[in-house]
């Protein structure tokens, strides 16, 4: 009998908090669809998360606890992919070692999310040297992720494709070094770009204070949809508005409204019969529909600490399995001692 060999996926986020609707919309769905059909590596980035909150750790744990709550509530599924902790898989470390002797300082240099980060901490701290040696290793630490499982994919957002780019230089360098055809060269899958703005019709993200978690409640939707900006023009209740010009809450309605509901929205909004503090009322009540059986589900999660821990513990022991193999195989490419 034939064994049926799936393409494999990795991909992981940093814990910095609870999750948002751009995350589930823009990456989450998109994860929870990937999982069926490939062999799915999903982690949490603690490390990655230190590069830059080396000295803010006080609530690392909770970020940890709340990103896989969000995970699993979503519907990422730990009876089909494997969810770890990066830190639970130091096998990742020692191949980020071997990784970063042969990686080039300019290449690293080059890598243009790294010169974003490296322009925060200069806002930040007036200071360039500041930059870690770890955060300098960021892509580099990146690319052990990927190439740890030999992953065919990396289902990431825009942001990340230079990373993954990175890694296939670096996967190519280590086989043409040790004459080996070890690693494959992994592929961004292109997350679509999220399809939420954030509130104010910027980039939906936690410190724009723009966003509604998954997490939130019923309330805190309503509220919080209420700031979501509209039709500019249309000042007073009476004057006709245009769906068109509006610039947050008619794309909410694109995603969470039927088609039926998104032609009512339009022509009460033509006509002046709707004003937008209702159409906006009604819209947080698709949206709490909508996310209604995620919310229940992980307030039941919430309150099982024990299944939690268990999924991480078992998912990075998963994991370990297949990293060591490649810790083997590597290590006998370089000829370390044995
Ligand atoms: N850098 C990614 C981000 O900030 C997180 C990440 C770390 C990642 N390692 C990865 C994503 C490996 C995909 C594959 O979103």
Redesign the pocket.
């Known amino acids: 009998m034939t064994e049926i060999i799936k393409n494999k996926i ?5 814990p910095t908090g609870k999750l948002h609707l751009g995350h589930y919309f823009g990456v989450l769905k998109n994860w929870i669809n990937l999982q069926k059909e490939y062999e799915s590596y999903f ?1 949490i ?1 603690d490390w ?1 998360a230190l590069t830059t909150k080396y000295n803010q750790t006080e609530d690392m744990k909770e970020n940890i606890e709340n990103v896989l709550l969000d995970w699993l509530a979503s519907g990422i599924n730990p009876e089909i992919s494997t969810i770890y902790l ?1 830190s639970l898989v130091p096998e990742t470390a020692q191949l980020h070692i071997y990784l970063s002797m042969i990686t080039p300082q300019n290449w690293v240099e080059r890598d243009p ?1 790294l010169k974003d980060l490296a322009k925060i901490m200069k806002d930040k701290h007036e200071n360039i040297s500041n930059l870690s040696y770890g955060l300098f290793g ?1 892509p580099v ?2 690319s052990a ?2 190439m740890l499982f030999n992953s065919n994919f ?1 289902p ?2 825009i ?2 494709v230079a ?2 780019e990175l890694t296939r230089d670096i996967a190519r360098r280590f086989n043409n070094i040790y004459k080996i055809e070890l690693f494959n060269e992994p592929q961004p899958k292109l997350t679509k770009t999220s399809l939420l703005k954030g509130l104010d019709g910027n980039k939906m993200g936690k410190s724009f204070n723009n966003d509604i978690k998954i997490s939130d409640s019923p309330e805190t939707t309503e509220q919080k949809i209420k700031t979501g900006i509209t039709d500019r023009n249309r000042i007073k209740k009476n004057d006709k508005g245009n769906p068109q010009n509006c610039e947050v809450i008619y794309d909410y309605w694109k995603i969470f409204g039927s088609n039926n509901e998104q032609i009512e929205i339009c022509t009460d909004c033509q006509s002046a019969k709707m004003g937008c503090a209702e159409c906006k009322k009604k819209l947080a009540r698709k949206i709490n529909e909508y996310m209604a059986p995620i919310r229940d589900k992980r307030k039941e999660l919430e309150k099982q600490p024990d299944y939690l821990r268990n999924i991480i513990y078992e998912g990075s022991k998963k994991a370990q399995i297949k990293a060591k193999e490649t810790i083997i195989k590597v290590e006998n490419a370089i000829r370390m001692y044995k």
Do not use: K, N, P
Not at 10 to 14: A, F
């Open positions: 990795v991909s992981g986020m940093r982690f980035a990655h990066q999310t960021y630490l990146m992720d990927i990396v990431v957002g942001d990340q990373h993954v």
